[in-house]
């Protein structure tokens, strides 16, 4: 990231950016969306006070497409299509509330190589699984339905710290997600493995509401305290380093794999487009379309043996 001036943006800056958050938070985003883009258009706002551009309105197509230039040369990836996206977004609203031209019209989004996501293999889950295990049964209950509520359901870190005891069915297999990425609430469903691991965890936990992990103290697990648990259980135990997002990686591979649906996938892991479905499954298509090549013999083929 380029860095910027360290300076207060102007007061109409400012004005801008609180009527931006009411109208997100009307919207229902949520509080982690609203902070990114708060960090991505505070960025413009002190470069733009710092240029001399204290007034939002004054602000060109040029101003912008000279900006993102700066920036983009120190972003890659899904960072540049952020600060791209949470750029646009803003302009959209300031230009329909302020009734003046978007200055991000005809700025071309950039060009984000797509690539593959690396998959844990089977021997890698078998090694992660068996590191579950504690000298503290406790630990081991709740580190072992950890890992495999998140590997079959293909949970969100953030969707894991907030769920709660009430929200699984153990009958029918199902976690209710409430409030999932987005605001969108939907229903995950997991296998018979995670619904044993889970009956040990919850006949240890001993109770029927509240937190469904939490730590020795009895307080919820947060996000980091879930980014360190797995990585004590992956990089520490069984060395094959591990994190959140590479369990939900593993889910979308494997139930993909096994024949799922694609638009069942989606729904049940709570992604509204495909670009995520496309990315996660990017590998498996490349396996799948190998392993039909291996059985297609072309001389074969033309032979008239096959």
Known sequence: MLSVPNVTPSPLWLTAWEGFELAQLSLGRSPKSIRNRQSSVM??????????????????????????????????????????????V????????????????????????????PVLRPEQLKKILNACKHKDPWFTAR?????????????????????????????????????????????????DDTANALWRWLRRLGRREGPLFVSRFGNRVTLSGIGDIL?????????????????????????????????????????QTRAMLDRYGAELKRERALGHMRNIQVGKAIKGER
Not at 47 to 74: C, F, N
Not at 95 to 116: C, F, L, N, Q, W
Not at 147 to 174: C, F
């Open 231 to 271: 990585h004590r259980i992956g990089d520490e135990t069984a060395g094959v380093p591990l994190r959140p997002h590479m369990l939900r990686h593993a889910f979308a591979h494997y139930s993909l794999d096994a024949g799922a649906a694609e638009g069942d996938l989606m729904e049940v892991a709570g992604w």
């Open 43 to 88: 960025l413009l706002a002190r470069w733009a006070t710092s240029e001399g551009l204290t007034d939002p309105e004054k602000v060109t197509k040029i101003d912008l497409r000279s900006y993102l230039a700066l920036q983009l040369k120190h972003r890659k990836g899904s960072g540049a299509a952020t600060l791209y996206q949470d750029l646009k």
């Open 90 to 117: 803003f302009w959209d609203w300031f230009a329909a509330d302020y009734e003046i031209k978007s200055p991000m019209t005809g700025v071309p989004r950039p060009k984000v190589k797509s690539r593959t996501v």
């Open 143 to 191: 580190d072992a339905a950890m890992v495999w509520l998140l590997l079959e359901s293909g949970l969100r870190r953030a969707e894991l710290a907030a769920a709660n005891v009430e929200d699984v069915d153990l009958k029918s297999r199902t976690i209710a997600v409430p409030l999932g990425k987005g605001g969108k609430s939907r229903v995950a469903v997991f296998g």
